[in-house]
């Protein structure tokens, strides 16, 4: 019995290959798309209150948290925050950070007898914590 062929992917083709197979699906191109996202402004009508917290990162501390927020009142930003630093954040995304929480899952004996898995409690995965002022 022979061995069955390997089939070619497309990522391992030829740029000339990918080429004729995309125009294939589509005769007239990739649309083209802006690039240039930073010169786009975003105006703001509401102003968030900030406050000045410690971030502690319970889940992996040694690693930067990346993440994007955006709501119908704070305009889409990407943050990186760092266990131990401190940052001066909006009110909001304080707020969605610390009801991060990841569930802790235990053991009961259910009803014909045999074990159960259930959410026993949640474990909060971020703090953030009232950053001492600074004496002016």
Known sequence: MARPRKMRVLNEAKS???A???LKQN??????IDMDVNSKI???KHIPAMRRVIFLNGRDPGYPLDFHYASATHPLKIY???HGQEY???EEIIEHLESCAEPQYAYRKGLDGHPQMYIESRKYIFQLRNAPRKAA
């Open 88 to 90: 001066n954040l909006p």
């Open 16 to 18: 000339q290959v990918i």
């Open 20 to 22: 004729e197979n995309v």
């Open 42 to 44: 975003v105006i703001s």
């Open 80 to 82: 990186k925050l760092i």
């Open 27 to 32: 005769p007239e191109g990739l649309e083209q």
